[in-house]
């Protein structure tokens, strides 16, 4: 094992599949001779050159059609947009041509792509490139989505998701750039539709998104270190296909379930989940799935209002207590 900061991790997938597959290719904005807007593609156009490392004019549709175009010819691009929010600029693109194409022709064509973006609250950076879109892509069929926490499941999902045939979005969080974990070395690929139980209880499951598994794990130590209380804490890394059994299997012992996302209320990949366990876990529930979610406001610049607009361990921990019928001291 060895200890490496997540956008290293993001770096070095990328480059152990363009050193495997000569077909691995990157587009983006100012990804090669800028080394990226978060230095993820450090030092790759160097090693690969210009032909495989792409800089591109800033047009997110062009962008991803060519990223299209070119996984139907048989190549497996990886494209970076800039942050989320801009994604909405190739939603045509990414909806109505990458996630449809094998289903329009019959399966005869594949489209193994994979778009790259960062996204996220906690930089300042406003309500144009900070916030948490991941329920937009898991409402479409054709598209996978991953959303990774770890530089570990960084790495091995980007590495997955590189050799799938089917359009994957890459979903990494600002804030993890700079956070270590431990990566084991040579070989490492984690599977989709497999979700990681960060820490075992027993009173409460707690399922975290993105960055959120992260707060949930420290909220989860808090818990038991204040209140008693033994929470399980599930990672699903990927939302489609998402591990609902691991979530089901963590609800039978607890009984309770709380959801926590940075994304908006309305919609959102926590009313996805909550609705699953209550379909196929209400026998087991004590009480109401309960979500933790964003504020439902365009992201403030404000350094104080930001940090208002998602959640925190303050915001878990109070979720959990009143699940558990049990008041938050004041």
């Known amino acids: 094992m060895s200890e490496i900061r997540y956008r290293e991790a993001v770096g070095r997938a990328l480059r152990e599949e363009m050193l495997r597959d000569e077909n691995v290719f990157l587009m983006g904005e100012d990804i090669g001779v800028f080394d990226g807007a978060f230095k993820v593609t450090e030092g790759l156009m160097d090693e690969f050159g210009e032909k495989r490392v792409r800089d591109t004019p800033i047009s997110e549709n062009s962008i991803v059609g060519m990223g299209v175009g070119s996984a139907m010819l048989g190549l497996r691009p990886v494209v970076e947009l800039m942050t989320i929010n801009f994604s909405l600029l190739a939603m045509d693109q990414i909806v109505n041509h990458a996630a449809h194409i094998r289903y329009m022709f019959g399966g005869r064509v594949?489209?193994?792509?994979?778009?790259?973006?960062?996204?996220?609250?906690?930089?300042?950076?406003?309500?144009?490139?900070?916030?948490?879109?991941?329920?937009?892509?898991?409402?479409?069929?054709?598209?996978?989505?991953?959303?990774?926490?770890?530089?570990?499941?960084?790495?091995?999902?980007?590495?997955?998701?590189?050799?799938?045939?089917?359009?994957?979005?890459?979903?990494?969080?600002e804030t993890l750039y700079q956070e270590k974990g431990e990566v084991p070395e040579g070989e490492h690929l984690v599977p989709f539709g497999k979700a990681a139980v960060r820490r075992e209880g027993t009173d409460v499951t707690i399922v975290g998104i993105s960055r959120m598994a992260r707060t949930a794990e420290r909220a989860a130590q808090i818990l038991e270190d204040e209140h008693g209380v033994s929470a399980e804490v599930i990672?699903?890394?990927?939302?489609?296909?998402?591990?609902?059994?691991?979530i089901l299997t963590s609800l039978k012992k607890t009984?309770?379930?709380?959801?926590?996302?940075?994304?908006?209320?309305?919609?959102?990949?926590?009313?996805?989940?909550?609705?699953?366990?209550?379909?196929?876990?209400?026998?087991?529930?004590?009480?109401?799935?309960?979500?933790?979610?964003?504020?439902?406001?365009?992201?403030?610049?404000?350094?104080?209002?930001?940090h208002l607009a998602y959640p925190h361990?303050?915001?878990?921990?109070?979720?959990?207590?009143?699940?558990?019928?049990?008041?938050?001291?004041?």
Request: negative net charge; hydrophobic residues 40%.
């Open 110 to 173: 594949s489209v193994p792509l994979v778009i790259r973006m960062p996204q996220g609250a906690g930089n300042q950076l406003g309500p144009t490139h900070s916030h948490c879109f991941e329920a937009l892509y898991l409402h479409v069929p054709g598209l996978l989505v991953a959303v990774p926490s770890t530089p570990a499941d960084a790495l091995g999902l980007l590495k997955s998701a590189i050799r799938d045939d089917n359009p994957v979005i890459f979903i990494e969080h």
């Open 235 to 246: 990672d699903p890394r990927t939302l489609r296909p998402l591990d609902l059994d691991t």
């Open 255 to 306: 009984n309770h379930c709380i959801v926590v996302e940075e994304g908006w209320p309305h919609g959102g990949v926590g009313a996805n989940i909550a609705a699953l366990v209550q379909e196929h876990g209400f026998d087991d529930l004590d009480g109401p799935v309960l979500r933790v979610t964003g504020a439902d406001v365009p992201m403030p610049y404000s350094k104080s209002l930001e």
């Open 313 to 330: 361990e303050p915001q878990v921990i109070e979720a959990v207590l009143a699940s558990l019928g049990r008041k938050a001291p004041a």
